[in-house]
């Protein structure tokens, strides 16, 4: 599968954004859905994710009750939803797959396939 990620950009402290993941070559509802962010200086965080039964999502502490990741299977696509954003969430931002079978079950690490990433910054 590969993954194209968009909808980044520079936003004040406390707007919303949503983030689009595009899919080709396979179906997302195939795959564990994740979105992983890396800051300046940081290592890569997983968080976000989407079962491939669909039915479960997993979040960092850091963005729970702010971002919500959902899927279009008509669209091949993933979303991240994030809103009141903090200059904290500046990153790059990517969208990932993992290979599994069909559960409910959300990893946040062994992801095989990467989106290019997607610039996020919010000013405060």
């Known amino acids: 599968v590969q993954l194209?990620?968009?909808g980044g950009g520079l936003?004040?402290?406390g707007d919303s954004l949503r983030l689009s993941?595009?899919?080709s070559g396979r179906t997302v509802s195939s795959y564990i859905m994740?979105?992983?962010r890396q800051a300046p200086g940081q290592?890569?965080?997983f968080i976000a994710?989407?079962?491939t039964s669909g039915g479960s999502t997993r979040y960092s502490d850091s963005v729970k009750g702010r971002f919500t990741i959902s899927r279009d299977n008509v669209?091949?696509?993933v979303y991240l939803q994030m809103s009141s954003l903090k200059p904290e969430d500046t990153a790059v931002y990517y969208c990932a797959a993992r290979g599994t079978s069909y559960s409910s079950t959300v990893y946040?690490?062994?992801y095989d396939y990467w989106g290019q990433g997607t610039l996020v910054t919010v000013s405060s």
């Open 11 to 13: 936003v004040q402290a």
């Open 4 to 6: 194209q990620a968009s």
């Open 21 to 23: 993941c595009a899919a």
């Open 108 to 110: 946040t690490v062994n």
């Open 75 to 77: 669209k091949n696509t």
């Open 43 to 45: 290592e890569r965080e």
């Open 49 to 51: 994710g989407l079962s």
């Open 34 to 36: 994740g979105w992983f």
